[in-house]
């Protein structure tokens, strides 16, 4: 196998392993959280109200995730699951095959030096509807 393929997988791994941890802690009540824009200025960020949505959808209250973070619940979370999932999967049936397939997240960055074009464009789209729904629910 591929080292710089190997590393990164490696890394990923340890940075899912942390993210499930960290989400035991909040459903748990082990980690607070707060919002420095908010706090501070009484606006909304675009990512006001995702750990919020994030508890009550590990607790399967997907009601109340959306009246938190509609486009988080709705797109982004499941998009980024089904990419985890993926990522994890393609992992470990490296592992046990030893055969190169590229994960959906190894494609986007462009582990294997393709043309990715297709996949930033995506990333880039999401990235502006999640500004901009940031920006339009302070006014609305």
Known sequence: ????IKIFSY??????????????MLVNGKITTSCYWNDKYGILCPT???TRATINILRLNFR???KYHAVYTGII????????????YMIF????TKRI???????????NNS??????????????????????????
């Open 77 to 88: 979370f499941p998009l980024a699951s089904i990419l985890i999932v993926n990522d994890t």
């Open 1 to 4: 196998m591929n080292k710089k």
């Open 101 to 111: 397939e590229l994960s959906i997240i190894e494609k986007i960055c462009g582990i």
């Open 64 to 66: 109340e995730a959306l």
């Open 11 to 24: 890394i990923r791994l340890v940075i899912y392993t942390a993210a499930i941890i960290a989400a035991v």
């Open 93 to 96: 049936k490296r592992c046990i």
């Open 48 to 50: 006001c109200g995702m």
């Open 115 to 140: 043309k990715n074009g297709k996949y930033i464009a995506v990333i880039l789209l999401i990235v502006i509807v999640f500004v901009m729904y940031g920006i339009i629910r302070n006014y609305i």
